[in-house]
């Protein structure tokens, strides 16, 4: 929360002085020789689905059963709701527009931490075993703790620019169809971070990110809106396709005892343990689609308030290599695809 609320408050402050810095009125010809100015700002509380990998197995076997038997179970990150920003601005004049969209967004994928142990021998569950990335931690017994937990920045962060123009395809009184053509700048990355092992024993740190450079493609699109007195209803698809580098790493590192030294950055780490590091790099293409549905309130000629909802499709990500356990890790629990859709509140100011 407290990450949350220092970045609410510049963009609540930015939101008053903009409006604050409003002059009362503009003469009446200003929108008719120079065009129109539209700022938009608005917060969206987003959610993003995508992207959970398959990050451990868990196993209770019971080994003097008739016959053995072994219960395995997948666990995945969970990717959290959060605050994103959207900020827009469009300038108008005759059939043609240029505008600049811009949205931001971060979030934490947790799992909750989990402490297990065996019943002992003799007992339905006379082993349980923890499978990670390249490693298993097995418990025979009450007093053998299997743990595992997510460590802080394991998140997923992303950005979306486009620079575009407008250009009336039909227009009514009080309608508009427009199509958008333009580019579009985006950034994308994923890191994972935690750790597994035996309580007093050991265990492995795990580290694996995919990081994007910025990537950059064409942007194509329709926008559609419809006024009716006071309030105004619209319509966004957008398609494109960007385009860029990723770079794909993890590394393990093992550690002997407790795992509390190993909770900051990787660069912390003491070095000379035993360590296992894959780094790739490749060129992508991914293709993003947008949709979104507007409803707006004129409080006065220059001012509007409305509520958007909206969703972007981002098609086949590549998540965090070699984090799935094996060998019996399953790829395709990982989801490449991510979804993220949430409502906005959006202040509207024309001048």
């Known amino acids: 929360m407290k990450r949350a609320d220092t970045t609410v408050r510049p963009f609540g402050s930015a939101v008053l002085g903009l409006v604050l810095a409003l002059p009362t009125g503009w003469p009446s010809g200003a929108a008719a020789s120079g065009g129109t100015w539209n700022v938009e700002l608005e917060p969206v509380f987003l959610e993003a689905l995508g992207h959970d990998q398959h990050v451990l197995t868990t196993h209770e076997v019971d080994a003097d059963g008739s016959p053995p038997t072994d219960r395995a179970n997948a666990v995945s990150l969970d990717s959290e709701a959060a605050l994103a920003y959207r900020a827009r601005v469009l300038h108008e004049r005759g059939s043609w527009g240029y505008g600049l969209d811009f949205l931001i967004f971060r979030t934490d994928q947790q799992v909750d931490p989990l402490r297990a142990s065996a019943d002992g021998p003799g007992s339905a569950i006379d082993q349980r075993i923890f499978e990670v990335a390249g490693r298993r931690f097995a418990s025979t017994g009450p007093g053998q703790v299997l743990y595992f937990q997510t460590l802080e920045d394991t998140t997923v962060e992303l950005w979306v620019l486009d620079l575009y123009a407008t250009r009336v395809l039909a227009e009514t009184p009080g309608s508009s169809l427009v199509v958008v053509l333009g580019v579009r700048n985006a950034d994308f990355d994923n890191d994972y971070r935690a750790v597994a092992g035996v309580e007093g024993v050991g265990g492995v740190r795990i580290d694996a990110s995919s990081n994007y450079s910025r990537m950059i493609g064409p942007l194509v699109g329709l926008s559609a809106r419809l006024e009716r007195g006071r309030h105004s209803f619209g319509g966004d698809l957008r398609q494109s396709v960007v385009l860029g580098e990723i770079e794909l790493s993890r590394t393990l590192r093992d550690f002997s005892g407790s795992p509390g030294a190993f909770a900051g950055p990787p660069e912390e780490v003491p070095p000379g343990l035993a360590q296992d590091r894959l780094v790739t790099q490749q060129d992508i293409a991914v293709p993003m689609t947008d949709v979104r549905v507007l409803w707006g309130f004129r409080l006065t000629d ?29 790829e395709r629990l990982n989801e490449n695809t991510i979804v993220t859709y949430g409502l906005g509140a959006t202040l509207k100011v024309k001048f």
């Open 302 to 330: 220059h001012v509007a308030l409305g509520l958007s909802l909206g969703a972007t499709v981002w098609w086949d990500l590549a998540v965090p290599p070699g984090v799935q356990p094996g060998p019996g890790g399953d």
